[in-house]
C-alpha cells in the first residue's frame, strides 16, 4: 500500500463544474500537507498548503482530517487551464522530505 | 519566488555511460536538496536527500554506487547515474529547501531532466 494514496482518475468534468479530489495518508508521522499541481512533462508546482482548519486560495479549498488521515481539494468553477494532474503531498521526518501521492488527473472538457 | 534550476533538461546516453545532472539554488542557500524520480504516468518516488558537507541518505531500495550524489556547496547538488541502462531512463527532479526541518521553507523544483538511456 502506498503511504500516499489518490484516485488517479481521469476526471473529466466540463467547464464551470465543481470537482472534488480525495487523499488519504497512511504514516500517522506526517507533520504537513500540501496539494501540487503538475502539468505534463513539467515539474510540479505548489498549489496550496492544507491546513485542519481548511483554507481557501479563489477557487479552491482545501481540508484536512487528521483523525482519519483524509486530505481534500475542492474546485469551483473549473477552466480549462485547470486541467493538469494534482498531487497530494504529506511531508514528514528531520528533513522535512515530501511523500508524493499518485496523482489525480482532471481533464476539463470545453 | 525563489528559482532552482537544473540542468540539463533532456539528455540521451549509451547504455554503459555515467550522466551527471546539476541541481543549483539560484537566489538561495539550500541545506537539503532532494532527489526524485518519475517514471511515465506514475508518481514522484524520492530516491535520496542530500545535505551540503554530509553524505547523502537513500531511500529504500535506491542503489547508492550506482546513484551517486554530491552535495559540495549551498547551491549545487549533483546526481551521478553511473552504467546507466535503459531501465534507468526516466525523469530526474530536484528539489531545494532553505533551512532545515520543520523550519525549512517550501520545496521548489528543478526543471527535471528527461534521461533516456539507448
Known amino acids: 500500500r502506498k503511504e500516499v494514496e489518490q484516485d488517479p482518475g481521469p476526471f473529466n468534468v466540463p467547464e464551470g463544474a465543481t470537482v472534488a479530489f480525495n487523499c488519504t495518508y497512511s504514516n500517522s508521522a506526517s507533520q504537513s500537507f500540501f496539494w501540487y499541481r503538475q502539468d505534463c512533462r513539467k515539474e510540479p508546482k505548489l498549489l496550496m498548503s492544507?491546513?485542519?482548519s481548511g483554507n481557501e486560495d479563489g477557487r479552491f479549498t482545501a481540508q484536512l482530517n487528521r483523525a482519519s488521515q483524509y486530505i481534500s481539494l475542492l474546485i469551483r468553477d473549473s477552466k480549462l487551464s485547470d486541467s493538469a494532474t494534482y498531487l497530494c503531498?504529506?511531508?514528514?521526518?528531520?528533513?522535512?522530505?515530501?511523500?508524493f501521492g499518485t496523482g489525480t488527473l482532471l481533464a476539463v472538457q470545453p | 519566488g525563489a528559482v532552482v534550476s537544473q540542468h540539463p533538461s533532456r539528455v540521451i546516453c549509451k547504455s554503459g555511460t555515467s550522466v551527471k545532472i546539476e541541481c543549483r539554488s539560484l537566489d538561495f542557500q539550500a541545506t537539503t536538496m532532494f532527489w526524485y524520480r518519475q517514471f511515465p504516468k506514475q508518481s514522484l518516488m524520492l530516491m535520496a536527500t542530500s545535505n551540503e558537507g554530509s553524505k547523502a541518505t537513500y531511500e529504500q531500495g535506491v542503489e547508492k554506487d550506482k546513484f551517486l550524489i554530491n552535495h559540495a556547496s549551498l547551491t549545487l547538488s549533483t546526481l551521478t547515474v553511473t552504467s546507466a541502462h535503459p531501465e534507468d531512463s526516466s525523469f530526474y527532479i530536484c528539489?531545494?529547501?532553505?533551512?532545515?526541518?520543520?523550519?525549512?521553507?517550501?520545496?521548489?523544483f528543478g526543471q527535471g531532466t528527461r534521461l533516456t538511456v539507448v
Open positions: 528539489s531545494a529547501r532553505e533551512g532545515q526541518g520543520v523550519w525549512s521553507t517550501e520545496a521548489f
Open positions: 503531498v504529506a511531508s514528514r521526518g528531520a528533513t522535512n522530505k515530501l511523500i
Open positions: 492544507v491546513y485542519s
